[in-house]
């Protein structure tokens, strides 16, 4: 499927005319925004740190615009998910066990994904939606802020351990912990409510459907690479659903014009639900 | 604050960039993509909600009828980012609409382009057929 493009283009063209955006939320621009010679903001410089020395992930990412064919990933990096199918970069598609496989072609027209019924999105969604999303790294914990369905993930970092598999209760986004590996934040979620949740909704990795059950546990190394790119590589071991695990790259580009998250509310008017007669 | 130069820049780039603005449901579920739609009338409401805003517009058939349609546009959130805001269409203002019927054969369609009818100057060519 074409990726989205659109939104990053007119922005970029609609800001050129920025006295005619008065009717947006004003901008309020942080201070310490690196900014090159032409005053544009230096995506390449130093990647900033807080006050321990780690890298800061703070600030609001926009997934990258840059797309890339299957088994075309340049060498030493994982190949590229989307949205729409987190398998999308790798060669021979996502390692689905037959039932999975199965499930994909049940689930194709998306009447049940959970994105377009409100309900939370899936790790392949929400790291790639052409929604912004706000990370918080605070001392002990990190929080991300989804623009898309307002959802919210914590992830700890308070040196504590991942629970049992299943002690919990499960939870849309997992339990998460996060530990540092020199500059690469490791995050581990297990925990997941997967398609044993009981709605046809559970379990969706991407848009396509490409389930997890609640045997997931999912890695993210999450590294800013420079003042601009953010790279999360995902790790998806879930032998219940899955032959073997496989790693793919979300790609994030800093939002630093001063613009931040616009409330979304999903549940204003689900014409969704009327219109497919589920409602 | 109706129509402003940032409509037309936006309508550009959104001709530029093709018909894609944010995505939230499957397209193919609520729309039928061989069921296009070419219609002109005059707004009667822009609802500016999620997960979706929708234009609401009377449209006239060759006897005089008056049909009331509804065509989805994209998320509020989106449309912001590109220099909309829910004042940009008023409710008699003059539209011509390109896009997609409903699969239920309701009066309800998927905008991918709407245009001034008087000048043909397009407000906006985004809906949610657009790849995830």
């Known amino acids: ?279 | 604050m109706r129509m402003k130069a940032v409509v037309v820049v936006v309508g550009f780039a959104l001709l530029v960039a093709g018909r894609s603005v944010v995505a939230h449901h499957a397209f193919s579920a609520e729309f039928d993509a061989d069921k296009p739609v070419k219609l002109s009338g005059t707004v009667t409401k822009l609802e500016w909600t999620n997960p979706h805003a929708w234009i609401y517009v009377d449209v006239k058939d060759p006897s005089g009828k008056i049909a009331n349609w509804g065509f989805e546009l994209a998320s509020p959130n989106g449309l912001m980012r590109l220099g909309w805001t829910r004042f940009s269409l008023r409710p008699g203002d003059e539209v011509t609409i390109e896009g997609t019927r409903a699969k239920n054969g309701s009066n309800n369609a998927n905008a991918q382009v709407v245009m001034y009818t008087k000048t043909g100057q397009r407000l906006f060519a985004g809906s949610s057929q657009q790849g995830q």
């Open chain 1, 1 to 279: 499927m074409p990726r989205f493009t659109g939104l990053l283009l007119a922005a970029a063209i609609a800001a050129a005319a920025s006295t005619s955006l008065s009717a947006q939320w004003p901008l309020h621009p942080k201070p310490g925004v690196p900014k090159g010679p032409d005053g544009k903001v230096n995506l390449t410089a130093p990647t900033p740190r807080t006050s321990d020395g780690k890298p800061d992930l703070s600030g609001i990412w926009m997934r990258t615009t840059r797309a890339e064919q299957p088994g075309t990933a340049p060498a030493g990096q994982p190949p590229l998910a989307t949205m729409g199918n987190i398998g999308a970069g790798l060669k021979e598609g996502p390692p689905y066990l037959p039932w999975a496989a199965e499930l994909v072609k049940k689930r194709a027209g998306g009447l049940d994904n959970p994105d377009g019924l409100c309900l939370p999105q899936g790790p392949g969604q929400f790291h790639n939606d052409p929604q912004p999303s706000e990370i918080i790294q605070l001392p002990h914990k990190t929080l991300i802020v989804h623009e898309s369905n307002y959802m919210m993930r914590t992830i700890h970092t308070d040196g504590r351990r991942l629970p049992k598999p299943g002690e919990p209760q499960p939870y849309w986004h997992g339990y998460s912990v996060g530990r540092w590996e020199g500059d690469v934040l490791v995050v581990e979620t297990n925990n997941f409510r997967g398609v044993q949740g009981g709605q046809a909704g559970d379990g969706w990795l991407d848009s396509r459907g490409s389930p997890y059950t609640d045997a997931l546990q999912m890695t993210e190394r999450f590294r800013r690479a420079n003042f601009g790119n953010l790279h999360v590589d995902v790790t998806i071991n879930d032998p219940k659903a899955y032959a073997r695990p496989f790693t793919v790259r979300m790609e994030k580009v800093v939002v630093a014009d001063g613009s931040e998250l616009i409330e979304f509310i999903c549940h204003e008017n689900q014409m969704f639900l009327k219109m497919t007669g589920r409602q």
